[in-house]
C-alpha cells in the first residue's frame, strides 16, 4: 500500500526530522502483521482550499484534489499545513484533523503540526510528536471506516495515549477488500504491460540492429573523418567522394562501362558493394586528385588502416585505391544476408 502527503508548507521538506517521521509511520503501519506499506511520499502542493459550510474543508474539493494520486495507486492521500497556515485559513486550533466522511474509495485526511508540535493524549501522559500521532489517527479513522467496524479510535487514543498500539492491531485484509482485489489485479496488469513494452523494445531494438543503414554507419563516419583530419595535418588532403550508395547508384555504376558509356569502375552488383550498408567510403587527394604518386596513396591507405579500415589498394587483381571498408568481422555475404548486428557500426 502507499501513501501520499501533500504539504502547503515548503517548510516540510526542509525538516531534519522528515526522513526519521517517514520511517517511523511506516514502521509503525507495518507492525501489523497483514499490512504492506510500502512507499510514504511527501509533496509540496500550491493549493488555496475550499471551505464549506461549517468552516472545515470541503469533501468535494479534496475528492477533486486528490483524485489524481489514487489512480496513481496511492491507497491514503493526506494534505497538510503548518499551524500559520491552518490558522489562516481559518481553521480552529483545537482541530488537528480531520478525516471526511464521504462514499468514495479514497483514504483522505487533512491535518496541521509543525516539526517540533508535541501533545499529551492523556493526562500525566509523555507528550508525543503531534505529525506522527494525527497522520496515524486518521488513517485508523479511515481504516474502520473502511473495513465496515466500530471505530475505537478517539477511545483508544484518549485511554492509552499513543496511537501505534491499535495501528499494530489492524486486519487490513478486512480494509475495503474489492478495493484490494482491484489494486491487486491493478498491480498484475501493470506488471504483465511491463514485460510485453520491454519485450517489444528488444524485438524493435533486434530489427533496427538489422535494418540496412541509408547513410555512413557512425563509426565509419568518425573514422572516416580521422582520416580527413590526418592528411590534412600531413600537408596532403583528402576529401570523402563517395560513402553510403544506394542500390540504384550501384547497378549505374555497374552498367558503366557496360551497358553505357564509360569506363568499368566497379565489379559489384547492387547489394554486394559494403558501400550499399554503409560501411565503406572512397576518398580523393583535393590537389592531386586520382592522379596522385603511389607514395601518396600508400600514406594515405596507412592512415586508413591505423583507423582499422580494409585498403583496396591493398587488393590483387581488381586494385581500388581510393577504398576503404570496415566490416567489424563480417562478410559481405552476410552483410548481403542481413546477419550483420549495426549496433556494432554505432
Not at 474539493?61 to 493526506?78: C, E, I, Q
Not at 550501384?250 to 558501400?275: C, P
Request: charged letters at 25%; aromatic letters at 12%; proline letters at 3%.
Amino acid at each position: 500500500m502507499k501513501l501520499k502527503l501533500l504539504t502547503t508548507d515548503q517548510g516540510l521538506l526542509k525538516w531534519r526530522s522528515l526522513d526519521r517521521k517517514k520511517q517511523e509511520i511506516l514502521k509503525a503501519l507495518n507492525a501489523s502483521p497483514s499490512a504492506d506499506f510500502t512507499d510514504f511520499d511527501v509533496e509540496a502542493v500550491e493549493v488555496t482550499a475550499e471551505l464549506n459550510s461549517r468552516g472545515r474543508i470541503s469533501h468535494s474539493w479534496l475528492d477533486r484534489l486528490f483524485a489524481v494520486w489514487f489512480k496513481r495507486g496511492y491507497d491514503f492521500v493526506g494534505l497538510h499545513y503548518s499551524k500559520k497556515g491552518w490558522l489562516a485559513l481559518g481553521l480552529p486550533e483545537t482541530l488537528r484533523g480531520a478525516n471526511p466522511i464521504d462514499s468514495d474509495v479514497v483514504g483522505e485526511f487533512y491535518m496541521w503540526a509543525d516539526e517540533d508540535t508535541t501533545r499529551r493524549y492523556t493526562r500525566g501522559g509523555s507528550r508525543l510528536n503531534q505529525f506522527i500521532q494525527v497522520l496515524l489517527h486518521e488513517i485508523c479513522h479511515e481504516y474502520y471506516r473502511g473495513a465496515g467496524l466500530p471505530d475505537p479510535t478517539h477511545d483508544h487514543h484518549y485511554t492509552e495515549g499513543e496511537i501505534r498500539s491499535l495501528v499494530a492491531t489492524l486486519d487490513w485484509t478486512l480494509y475495503r477488500p474489492k478495493l484490494q482485489e482491484f489494486r491487486q489485479a491493478e498491480g498484475l496488469l501493470m506488471k504483465l504491460l511491463r514485460l510485453f513494452i520491454k519485450k517489444l523494445q528488444g524485438q524493435v531494438a533486434d530489427l533496427q540492429s538489422r535494418v540496412r543503414p541509408t547513410a555512413l554507419t557512425p563509426v565509419v563516419q568518425r573514422k572516416a573523418d580521422a582520416i580527413v583530419a590526418e592528411m590534412k595535418r600531413r600537408g596532403h588532403a583528402v576529401r570523402i567522394v563517395e560513402g553510403y550508395r544506394t542500390f540504384e547508384r550501384q547497378t549505374e555504376l555497374y552498367n558503366q562501362g557496360r551497358t553505357t558509356a564509360g569506363a568499368i569502375v566497379t565489379n559489384a552488383k547492387a547489394g554486394e558493394s559494403l558501400h550499399n550498408y554503409g560501411v565503406a567510403v572512397d576518398f580523393v587527394f583535393r590537389r592531386e586528385g586520382y592522379n596522385a604518386s603511389s607514395t601518396l596513396w600508400a600514406l594515405l591507405g596507412k592512415v586508413g588502416k591505423d583507423q582499422g579500415f580494409t585498403w583496396g589498394g591493398d587488393w590483387q587483381g581488381f586494385v581500388d585505391r581510393p577504398h576503404f571498408e570496415l566490416k567489424q568481422g563480417y562478410t559481405t555475404q552476410e552483410f548481403k544476408e542481413g546477419k550483420v548486428d549495426y549496433t556494432k557500426f554505432n
